[in-house]
């Protein structure tokens, strides 16, 4: 079965400061895996998705992942956030295109003037 | 364009009470999918349709949940004898679906219910 692992519930970082937020994934097949972003009162945004080719993806808000086969990894990371990154990041996976998405349970970051 | 939107944006119950929320997707998605998200949780899968069928409704929780999309555009998802622990905020999300290509959902606002 398919699972989601975010180590981290709260991450704060200082506004200008470098982000990675982790996410180890488990399924046995190369998945898709994504990474959305919650904020108050705002729907699930999509920040960007991995399937296959270039294993460095590229999101909306300067937001980037990587995956790492080997240490069944998918993590998010930005070079310099803004406040306005302040939300709930969920990391997930699905087996197939159209499938269900099965999500972690989240990680918040907080962001420090 | 519009996106998904979700009817009531809240609702208030009492325990044993049942409850429908409403779904209305992007106009010409023909998959559609219900979530519940509970506090300190990510999202959890509970059905998906392609058009009118369910394709997979692998998530209910229990015979208590029940979901339709009987015109294949608008769903209803509905909880019989609701029970505390269904407080949650219940998200669909839509897709379009096209050959060859990922089908991306989009997810509206929620509908959060409250059993009392």
């Known amino acids: 079965a398919q699972s989601v692992t975010q180590p981290d519930i709260h991450i704060t970082v200082s506004e200008g400061a470098s982000l990675e937020l982790r996410c180890n994934y488990s399924?046995?097949?190369?998945?898709?895996l994504f990474w959305y972003v919650q904020s108050p009162g705002q729907g699930l945004q999509l920040l960007l998705k991995?399937?296959?080719?270039?294993?460095l993806v590229q999101g909306i808000k300067g937001f980037e992942a990587e995956f790492k086969r080997s240490q069944s990894s998918f993590n998010l990371r930005k070079p310099s956030v803004h406040w306005s990154d302040a939300a709930e990041y969920f990391c997930a996976v699905g087996a197939r295109r159209d499938d269900k998405i099965i999500f972690g349970k989240g990680t918040r970051l907080h962001i420090l003037p | 364009g519009a996106g998904v939107s979700q009817t009531p944006s809240n609702k208030v119950t009492e325990k044993g009470k049942y409850v429908e929320l409403r779904c209305d997707p992007i106009s010409g998605h023909t998959a559609l999918y219900w979530y519940r998200q509970s506090l300190g949780q990510g999202p959890e899968f509970l059905i998906y349709?392609?058009?009118?069928?369910?394709?997979?409704d692998s998530g209910l929780p229990n015979d208590r949940f029940f979901a339709v999309r009987p015109e294949g555009s608008v769903s209803t998802l509905k909880i019989q004898r609701t029970e505390r622990g269904d407080s949650a905020v219940y998200l669909c999300?839509?897709?379009?679906?096209?050959?060859?290509?990922?089908?991306?959902?989009?997810f509206g606002p929620g509908t959060r219910l409250t059993v009392l």
């Open positions: 991995y399937f296959s080719g270039d294993t």
């Open positions: 399924y046995g097949a190369t998945p898709y």
């Open positions: 349709f392609q058009g009118t069928g369910a394709a997979d």
């Open positions: 999300a839509s897709s379009q679906r096209e050959a060859r290509s990922y089908n991306e959902q989009f």
